[in-house]
């Protein structure tokens, strides 16, 4: 039953803080109703998340289904009306503040949440949920974080300054050792550091506990979250203990689905909606795993169907895709190679831009020819305020798009990288082979059970989707392989 009247959180003890001079602002958090340190006003959080969300919108992509983003949205709100965000006792200035729920094209399980208001989801977060609750429970989570300033409390404890995050490097990024995915596309992004601000778990339970009471208000039964939050904790499992990133920073999965139906329980009326046939209606059909029709690895080749172009690289380098740009990583982080869009309308207006930018000295340029024909090769140093670089890049036109690839590395490492770096270049070429240009996406495919089975019994003698196993369609489902399946209850499946 849904309350008649909308209720926010019920206030803990009042907590001292203890403001340190020159560290950041009071801020109210608008969970708690208490005072904490913060770094940013609120017009301020919602400039960082304004700018932000361009980023992330650029970097994952939203995903393509208008119905799926307006019913996300359409709950996202519904919780959000039983927030702090409409208490009388909430500056205008916050209320009046759209919050927007995106579903962000990705595989990966997340959600996060920006300041301001920006909140996501991805689909592979989706496909891993079996209910509207469920959803309820993750969206009023990160509400939680908006409207408690995690962020901004967080940015303070390490000391940032003041919109003090943007600014990406010259040419992306430098080079340095790790992880390709801390390279050259994400270096300097404002989003990026924002995200990478660890919350504390007393920050994460707080959200919890924030989530756990806006779901409930909305009339939905939260503990329905503990079965995702137990399957969260089986996907850990299966990667070897890499939680996915919607928990990197959160308490235990396993202590979460003890607490989370704890929390509800607090509750009077309790929630009672679940809706797992209109939200399963709703993801049917939605893109399961990697998408290839956005681009795909096969051996030493990137193939994007498309766009209808093919690249190779090295052996044994690490590679990185996104809506944005496709990453090549040398394996020991000493080079990195970016594809991407440019904005200018030849290969040689493009190579000419990017000459004229600050602290970049050309040695060499000039036409060159690739795989797919005529391009423009500028190479040299650029100066950054972490050292200088070398680079090679080259821009070609290809179906009615002007591609930059650009390889960077240190001054001293560009004499044994530049080979590399225009032997990547060269091979762009047309992609022809109907085998990788016809290659489609694994969809959710949503069936009813018809009798009490297994899912084993039921994946038997079915061919999985490449990159999926029967253990993972059981955590997509939140069963286990031979748990038995009653009649009538729904299955998701990759097909």
Not at 180 to 205: C, D, F, M, P, V
Not at 211 to 222: I, L, N, P, Q, R
Request: glycine fraction near 10%; aromatic fraction near 8%; include cysteine.
């Amino acid at each position: 039953m849904r309350p008649s009247r909308l209720r926010r959180l019920p206030r803990p003890a009042l907590l001292l803080l203890v403001l340190l001079a020159g560290c950041g602002t009071a801020n109210t958090n608008y969970v708690t109703g208490e005072s904490q340190r913060g770094a940013y006003t609120w017009e301020q959080e919602v400039e960082l998340g304004r700018q932000s969300d361009q980023q992330i919108t650029a970097q994952f992509g939203l995903y393509d289904n208008p119905a799926l983003n307006a019913y996300v949205e359409r709950i996202g709100q519904e919780v959000l009306q039983t927030s702090a965000y409409t208490d009388a006792n909430t500056p205008v200035e916050v209320r009046n503040t759209p919050f927007h729920f995106r579903v962000l094209d990705s595989p990966v399980v997340n959600a996060f949440a920006l300041p301001g208001g920006y909140i996501y989801v991805t689909r592979g977060l989706l496909s891993h949920l079996e209910n509207e609750a469920q959803l309820a429970v993750v969206l009023g989570h990160e509400i939680g974080h908006v409207l408690a300033r995690h962020s901004s409390e967080q940015a303070a404890r390490s000391q940032l300054n003041q919109l003090g995050l943007l600014g990406a490097a010259v040419v992306g990024g430098v080079v340095g050792g790790g992880d390709i995915a801390e390279g050259i596309l994400n270096y300097g992004s404002q989003a990026t550091q924002l995200l990478t601000l660890k919350y504390g778990r007393g920050a994460e339970r707080e959200a919890d506990r924030a989530g756990v009471a806006y779901a409930e208000y909305a009339g939905y039964d939260a503990t329905q979250a503990a079965g995702f939050f137990r399957a969260l904790q089986r996907l850990g499992e299966q990667s070897g203990g890499a939680l996915p990133n919607f928990l990197s920073t959160h308490p235990n999965p396993g202590e979460r689905a003890q607490t989370i139906p704890e929390l509800a329980a607090q509750y009077d009326p309790q929630g009672t909606t679940v809706d797992a046939v209109p939200y399963l209606r709703e993801i049917e059909g939605i893109v399961v795993g990697e998408d290839p029709r956005q681009g795909f690895v096969e051996g030493n080749t990137f193939y994007h169907p498309d766009l209808r172009f093919q690249l190779s690289f090295p052996s044994g380098w690490q590679t990185q895709n996104s809506p944005a740009a496709f990453l090549i990583g040398e394996p020991n982080g000493q080079a990195l190679i970016q594809l991407s869009l440019a904005q200018e309308p030849s290969a040689r207006a493009a190579a000419e831009a990017f000459a004229r930018q600050q602290g970049v000295q050309v040695s060499g340029s000039g036409p060159v020819s690739v795989g797919a024909g005529q391009a423009f090769r500028v190479e040299g140093q650029a100066q950054q305020q972490q050292g200088a670089v070398g680079f090679s890049a080259t821009f070609v036109e290809f179906g009615g798009n002007v591609y930059q690839i650009l390889g960077i590395t240190s001054p001293d490492g560009l004499r044994q990288y530049a080979r590399t770096f225009r032997s990547v270049a060269d091979s762009f070429e047309r992609l022809t082979n109907q085998r990788y240009l016809n290659r489609q996406p694994s969809r959710l495919e949503v069936t009813t059970v018809q009798r009490p089975t297994t899912l084993r019994s039921m994946l038997r003698g079915r061919t999985l989707p490449p990159g999926f196993t029967a253990e993972e369609v059981a955590i997509m489902n939140q069963v286990t392989l031979d748990e038995t399946i009653p009649s009538g209850r729904s299955v998701k499946l990759p097909s």
